[in-house]
């Protein structure tokens, strides 16, 4: 089945940088992807989806999805405090019609 | 935005205990899910739904019950709590067709469940 890989297990960086996350899936056929963002206290809300090869621009965020070598990547450009947050990467599983999700990343965005 | 509601927030039993946590979507998604959260582990998978009557294996299902009895309401049981089952409980809900494009998971803020 689908499985998830996701790094840093935790990341910081300094507000206004550019904050880096990482995804790696193992289901080949797989097509659909998900960034999802958890700040503490509340349940994951999506934050992006992304389908197609390529970048995919929403404001100060940018996903990059590439099937071929099963990487997806999220790219937070001018990072503020308020980004600061579990993000969870997911992709769904062909064989079962279910979404599996990654460990996570924490990120820190510091004043 | 799609609303998922979850009951109770917090909940504590003892070991051996019998518990039901709810939740109730009201955007007349198909399929609901139930995940649980624990640290180093991410989301996993327990049991999922895709319409009343029907129930789908997770991925770490052992030690629970599920069920859909309405569109709107999925349940998960844990008939005799181990201590290994505290953990924060998330339910979910998405309007899927796999035929198609997939949808995005709408969560509910969580239930907390701690088993002394």
Known sequence: QQKVQQSPESLIVPEGGMASLNC???DRNSQYFWWYRQHSGEGPKALMSIFSNGDKKEGRFTAHLNKASLHVSLHIKDSQPSD???YFCAGHDTNAYKVIFGKGTHLHVLP | EA???QSPRNKV???GGNVTLSCR????HNYMYWYRQDTGHGLRLIHYSYGAGNLQ???VPDGYKATRTTQEDFFL?????SPSQTSLYFC???????GGSAETLYFGSGTRLTVL
């Open chain 1, 24 to 26: 790696t899936f193992s």
């Open chain 1, 84 to 86: 600061s947050a579990l």
């Open chain 2, 3 to 5: 609303a998922v509601t």
């Open chain 2, 13 to 15: 039993t003892v070991t």
């Open chain 2, 25 to 28: 979507q009201t955007n007349s």
């Open chain 2, 57 to 59: 294996i997770g991925d």
């Open chain 2, 77 to 81: 049981l844990l008939e005799l709590a």
């Open chain 2, 92 to 98: 979910a809900s998405s309007d899927q067709d796999w």
